[in-house]
């Protein structure tokens, strides 16, 4: 157990629809990234927030957003959504922004299939 | 711009002979390295990193790691390959502890 929780594991829509997904980090650590995972892109980093502020940004489309709050939960939101938006979406988080290692703690991914 | 290059999508080995998965990254500054491990339905947890000092890092289950900055590699290894290790591994760097940038992944497949 990471420490990491993801909700909801599994969630299936339609296309058009909005979707949130839902990520705590462990315990005191203030970073949260989202990556997406599918078959044909593979892991692919969308976006940081340390402590409640966005820190970098990757391939995230327009159509999603997220954020972090005071209490350094995030929620990723994605809409108007596509078949090609199926994917595997991890939340991770680490100690801190700058100073840490680098290491990422996995939650267990929240799995999203747009019919 | 830093990136990650794991050479072979797919790897099968049999119960018990080496393993030897390839990384190579490219970084304009000294970059941290990881292995993560990811079994079925299930998140990526680290199995090894380097950071600074000793070049050969040893991970969880046996497998190890070692650092070659004129290569710029980081093959991950591990002398037996066991049943239990067939997963899919992804080489990672970072930067200054900023974003993590990812591999392909490459899966271990690992025959009786």
């Known amino acids: 157990d990471s420490g990491v929780t993801q909700t909801p594991k599994h969630l299936i829509t339609a296309t058009g629809q909005r979707v949130t997904l839902r990520c705590s980090p462990r315990s005191g650590d203030l970073s949260v990234y989202w990556y997406q995972q599918s078959l044909d892109q593979g892991l692919q980093f969308l976006i940081q927030?340390?402590?409640?502020?966005?820190?970098a940004k990757g391939n995230i489309l327009e159509r999603f957003s997220a954020q972090q709050f005071p209490d350094l939960h995030s929620e990723l939101n994605l809409s108007s959504l596509e078949l090609g938006d199926s994917a595997l979406y991890f939340c991770?988080?680490?100690?801190?922004?700058?100073?840490?290692?680098?290491?990422?703690?996995f939650g267990e991914g929240s799995r999203l299939t747009v019919l | 711009a830093q990136s990650v290059t794991q050479l072979g999508s797919h790897v099968s080995v049999s119960e018990g002979a080496l393993v030897l998965l390839r990384c190579n990254y490219s970084s304009s500054v000294p970059p941290y390295l990881f292995w993560y491990v990811q079994y079925p339905n299930q998140g990526l947890q680290l199995l090894l990193k380097?950071?600074?000092?000793?070049?050969l890092v040893k991970g969880i289950n046996g497998f190890e790691a070692e650092f070659k900055k004129s290569e710029t590699s980081f093959h991950l290894t591990k002398p037996s390959a066991h049943m239990s290790d067939a997963a899919e591994y992804f080489c990672?760097?970072?930067?200054?502890?900023?974003?993590?940038?990812f591999g392909a992944g490459t899966r271990l497949f690992v025959k009786a």
């Open positions: 380097y950071t600074t000092g000793a070049t």
């Open positions: 991770a988080s680490s100690v801190a922004q700058g100073a840490s290692t680098g290491e990422l703690f």
């Open positions: 990672a760097v970072n930067i200054g502890g900023f974003k993590t940038i």
């Open positions: 927030y340390y402590n409640g502020e966005e820190r």
